[in-house]
């Protein structure tokens, strides 16, 4: 097993997947001579050649749609967005072609495409450079939601997503690129729809994924210095959601606290927390609480930005909220 | 550049397209124009729902353009598709019983009017939003070049879609990838209830070829040979030298937009409506087959009874067919 940044690790599920099938093509906006704007295609395109490793110009919408014609033609592409806030100029072809095309075509035409680029807030980047957009995608029908946390979990779910028959949205992490982590060797693949727990306890449970894992795990150690035992689930899929694993864990602690990245109205959290109340109603202790993004755009301001962010401090004192402590 | 765009004429050349072949248009023309006439039937007795978009006016542009195309080549359109899926070899029945939205469709009933599919027969799709299926045309072209067949797309839109960014971005990608796919603008003047001339600041479609290097030609839409001829030229310049077409090709709908909207009135006159009908391409083509004793007036008449027998049987076949299963509703969401 080697250690390997996050970047390195979707690296290795690139390459491997090209290599193992010569269908899969990336496409994106510096993906090719640039090396990737975020160095995740580096040295792809002198392994693979501009056919398979091609530079698009600045048009999200034109070559998300040649992507997802490129899958109707027998193709499986890897679309990469510089990021996910340029992804929404290509919302039409996600949700419009790539999602309903197996429904409507009647099931005659798969759509084995993947979208990924870094999702959420980076650093001063301002309002339109820092946005999580997971619960947008996780509401179409038709699309899987991939979000992983870990260099391990970067390379299996890329890997799953590649050789996945559906579209599947893979929401990375600019702050997570240069995460370093154990990433296992050569066949390594994470099922989509499986979550982690991956952090025992028996207190709380705070449900988290993707750059939330770190905020989670920050927070269970300060809960424990006071001796609350926090158990940190990481989702990994958005959609699927792996409802038995949330479910799980809430029968055992009791307690809740959801974090996620996107702001509360309609998030992920909220979702969470509707099946949590519908099937485990009474296993509850307390309200499930949730850590979000503040409800307003991101500012510049690097102290309000810190302040919109979730913290490991919100979340700590949530998880003493659902435990009475406080 | 085939045509420079500041001086396109539609091309008057016409090559000897042998009188089979032309006998075989005429009779696609007139299944499009009698299924179409039934489809508006079904419509007004509530047999079919939601939006349905006729094609009646525009036939020349899919018999001649479908006619110039090898079996396997792809063929995407919008939502205005009920002629194309036809003549790509989609049965009346399937296509009438998809607009009916029953199991026997050729989408499952789940599609409707607009999403007719036939992936096995290179039909890749009626699709609902203006302009959103042009980059899908250049990514099946993509596609064949990657995969070294032979393949060619063809793409058709109507006029209003030049409008939309995905033209833009997609004619662009094409040219500078030199895919095989032909961008085929039925220009039939109205968005809806808008002239185009009202909202589009350069109307000669064509030139906006010249934006992204592309060989383009302006094409009579009335006259089915003279669509044949230019998609044979483009579909040529596709297949051998990998290289992308825009063709204009100026028709015009005898409808309304959909069946929901008016045939003219605050947008266009009646008056114009008739003088275009008076440019009618199966009666033109009908006309000239005669004059040269290709078939004569009995031969017609059988050839539209049968049509007309063939498109009744589809209606019979689409009305006693079952609706999709209930159970239908969660299937295709996702494959295992």
Redesign the interface.
């Known amino acids: 097993m080697a250690t390997l940044t996050y970047r390195d690790a979707l690296n290795q599920a690139l390459r491997e997947e090209m290599q193992r099938d010569e269908n899969v093509?990336l496409m994106g906006e510096e993906v090719g001579v640039y090396q990737g704007a975020y160095k995740v295609s580096r040295g792809l395109l002198e392994e693979f050649g501009p056919?398979r490793v091609?530079d698009?110009?600045i048009?999200e919408?034109?070559?998300?749609?040649?992507?997802?014609?490129?899958?109707?033609?027998?193709?499986r592409p890897v679309i990469e967005f510089m990021t996910w806030n340029f992804a929404v100029l290509a919302m039409?072809?996600i949700v419009?072609?790539a999602a309903k095309?197996?429904?409507?075509?009647?099931?005659?035409?798969?759509m084995p495409i993947v979208f990924r680029g870094p999702n959420g807030a980076a650093l001063q980047l301002g309002s339109q450079h820092s946005q999580a957009w997971e619960s947008w995608m996780a509401h179409i029908?038709?699309l899987?939601v991939v979000s992983p946390a870990t260099p391990a979990d970067a390379k299996g779910l890329l890997k799953s997503a590649i050789r996945d028959?559906?579209p599947v949205i893979v929401l990375e992490g600019e702050m997570l690129y240069n995460l370093k982590g154990e990433v296992p060797d050569g066949e390594h693949i994470v099922p989509i729809g499986k979550a982690e727990v991956k952090r025992e306890g028996s207190d709380v449970t705070l449900i988290c994924h993707s750059k939330t894992l770190a905020v989670a795990m920050k927070a269970a150690e300060q809960l424990a210095e006071q001796d609350v035992k926090a158990e940190v689930l990481d989702l990994r899929s958005l959609r699927p959601l792996d409802e038995h694993a949330i479910l799980e864990s809430v029968r055992k602690t009791n307690r809740a606290v959801v974090v996620e990245e996107g702001w509360p109205h309609a998030g992920i959290g909220a979702q969470v927390v509707d099946l949590i109340q519908r099937d485990a109603f009474d296993d509850l202790d307390a309200p499930v609480q949730r850590v979000n993004q503040a409800d307003v755009p991101m500012p510049y301001n690097k102290h309000l930005e810190r302040a919109a962010k979730a913290s490991p401090e919100k979340v700590a004192q949530a998880a003493r909220r659902v435990l009475y402590l406080e | 550049m085939t045509a420079t765009a500041r001086s396109a004429k539609p091309a008057a050349t016409q090559s000897a397209v042998p009188p089979e072949l032309q006998l075989t248009m005429l009779r696609q023309m007139l299944l499009i124009r009698r299924f179409e006439e039934k489809a508006a039937e079904a419509y007004a007795l509530g047999k079919i729902g939601g939006f349905c978009h006729l094609y009646i006016g525009q036939e020349a542009v899919g018999v001649g353009a479908l006619a110039a195309l090898k079996e396997d080549d792809?063929v995407?359109c919008s939502y205005r598709e009920h002629g194309q899926a036809l003549i790509k070899g989609i049965s009346s029945r399937a296509v009438m019983a998809e607009l009916f939205g029953k199991a026997t469709?050729?989408?499952?009933?789940?599609?409707g009017s607009m999403?007719l599919?036939?992936?096995?027969k290179g039909f890749?799709?009626g699709?609902?939003?203006v302009g959103?299926?042009?980059?899908?045309?250049?990514?099946?072209?993509?596609?064949?070049k990657?995969?070294g067949s032979d393949k060619v797309?063809v793409c058709f839109f109507g006029e209003a879609a030049v409008n939309i960014?995905?033209f833009h971005?997609?004619l662009?990608?094409s040219s500078?990838?030199k895919l095989p796919v032909i961008f085929l603008c039925e220009n039939n003047r109205y968005g809806m209830g808008t002239a185009f001339e009202r909202v589009a600041a350069v109307t000669d479609i064509v030139e906006h070829a010249c934006s992204y290097d592309m060989a383009a030609e302006l094409v009579d839409g009335m006259n089915v040979l003279t669509v044949y001829d230019a998609v044979r030229r483009a579909v040529e310049r596709a297949r051998k030298q990998s290289q992308p077409t825009l063709l204009e090709v100026r028709t015009y709908r005898y409808m309304g937009h959909s069946m929901s909207d008016p045939l003219h009135g605050v947008y266009r006159t009646k008056d114009e409506v008739e003088e275009q009908k008076a440019r009618d391409p199966i009666t033109h083509l009908a006309g000239k087959l005669k004059e040269g004793r290709v078939i004569d007036q009995a031969g017609l008449d059988a050839m539209d009874a049968e049509i007309h027998a063939e498109v009744e049987d589809a209606v019979k076949f689409a009305d006693e067919s079952p609706d999709p299963d209930p159970e239908e509703l969660y299937?295709?969401?996702?494959?295992?």
């Not at chain 1, 095309?101 to 798969?110: A, C, D, E, F, K």
């Not at chain 2, 299937?331 to 295992?336: A, H, K, L, N, P």
């Open positions: 093509f056919k091609v698009t110009p048009a919408l034109g070559f998300a749609g040649i992507g997802v014609g490129a899958a109707m033609g027998g193709l039409d072809q419009n072609s095309m197996l429904y409507m075509s009647g099931g005659q035409i798969n029908p038709g899987k028959n559906n | 792809y995407i469709g050729c989408s499952k009933g789940k599609g999403h599919f036939d992936a096995k890749m799709g699709h609902g939003i959103g299926h042009i980059p899908l045309g250049a990514g099946l072209a993509f596609a064949s990657y995969q797309s960014g995905s971005e997609t662009n990608m500078v990838w299937t295709d969401v996702m494959v295992d």
